[in-house]
């Protein structure tokens, strides 16, 4: 049976909401949520924890140790709370910024800091985690993402699909074949954008004239806007509309409004298309510390608690500075590795004549 979700979550103001940036626990007549007193503890340390991880590759990369980093400061909770809404048996589909995503399924971020390091292409077992590779493709691991939910939805698994993308994706003809490919065929995926509210230099009024979410119902499926920095609302939303494609309902459209708060990545400089004044609005809903001061106000967590969450932190920074200065740096030839998956001999050659180029580069300098 169909679960009984609203098509129409109301105006564009009315955010599904559960705490408000001051910490003050809110209910909604149509998603709710009920944890117990170590969930929300648990929650924080995700989102501490995932935070850190962005803040020491941010650090990492000026240091010259990655070769880029995409930043997902501020989203930490439209991550940790969709990811950890999903179930085991679920499959996600990211872009190349779901660093939040990829540790509540497990992937060892020393794996992500790899791949912006060069010396891989992944690191990490898809199958083993339900987490695809990264996709650097704006908008492709939609199409993707449809493809496999068709393929479970014919196995008549029990299983429910999530595919990630940002609010420019969704001006990508990939993003909108998907939608349809989607609807069609009533497939068991999720479509959930994080509206950072801005596609790299370009805001939002230049990718829609009305609000992501409701671009859904021109498709034939529900949409629903989610106040991204809401951890609790994020979780309660994406676990309701997983469950709803689980049980045969189809596809619907998450749009978790949220605001990057960095760079779209390193290579970019965001003050020079928007203002200083915008950034210190939103730091006044700071997912973390909307959650820190609801866990203040409901007296679940004391000093010793928030102290510990710091201290493994700091350890797990400590073990990813270390484990990324270990890790090999990439040699150019490692460009035609994965290429193709047989031997091809147009890569070859070239892969002959640049290592033939670089011996004769370093003779002329020796």
């Not at 105006?11 to 940036?21: C, N, S």
């Not at 409901?298 to 270390?322: I, K, P, S």
Request: charged content about 25%.
């Amino acid at each position: 049976m169909r679960a009984d979700i609203p098509a129409e979550p109301g105006t564009p103001a009315e955010l599904v909401q559960l705490l408000t940036p001051e910490g003050e626990r809110v209910h909604h007549p149509d998603y709710d949520l009920t944890l117990a007193d170590d969930e929300y503890r648990s929650l924080f340390r995700d989102l501490v924890l995932v935070r850190r991880v962005d803040v020491e590759a941010t650090a990492l990369q000026r240091q010259g140790e990655l070769g880029l980093w995409a930043s997902l400061l501020g989203q930490e909770a439209a991550q940790v709370g969709s990811g950890r809404a999903l179930q085991p048996d679920d499959f996600c589909f990211p872009t190349y910024r779901e660093h939040g995503v990829a540790f509540t399924r497990g992937v060892d971020p020393l794996q992500l800091l790899a791949l912006f390091r060069g010396v891989s292409n992944g690191g990490w077992d898809p199958h083993e985690h339900n987490f695809a590779l990264y996709t650097i493709v704006i908008g492709n691991q939609c199409l993707h993402a449809v493809g496999y939910a068709m393929g479970v939805q014919r196995d008549q698994a029990d299983t429910a699909v999530i595919a990630y993308f940002g609010d420019g994706a969704s001006s990508q003809g990939d993003v909108n074949e998907s939608f349809i490919w989607a609807a069609v065929f009533d497939a068991p995926v999720v479509f959930f954008c994080q509206n950072n509210q801005w596609a790299i230099s370009e805001p939002l009024e230049k990718q829609t004239r009305i609000p992501l979410y409701r671009r859904a119902a021109g498709f034939g499926f529900p949409g629903v806007r989610v106040d991204g920095n809401d951890v609790l609302a994020v979780l309660a939303v994406t676990r309701a509309h997983l469950q709803r494609a689980r049980e045969g309902g189809g596809p619907s459209l998450i749009e978790a409004f949220t605001y990057r708060m960095g760079a779209h990545t390193t290579s970019d400089d965001p003050t020079r298309y928007r203002l200083a004044s915008d950034l210190e609005a939103w730091k006044l809903k700071d997912p973390v510390e909307r959650l820190r001061s609801f866990l203040w106000r409901q007296q679940l967590a004391d000093q010793a608690f928030f102290d510990g969450v710091d201290a493994e932190a700091e350890a797990l920074a400590v073990r990813l500075r270390d484990g990324c200065r270990s890790l090999p740096d990439p040699t150019p030839e490692q460009i035609f590795d994965q290429v193709y998956a047989e031997p091809h001999p147009l890569v070859a050659q070239e892969r002959a004549e640049l290592t033939a180029y670089l011996a004769s580069f370093e003779e002329g300098h020796r």
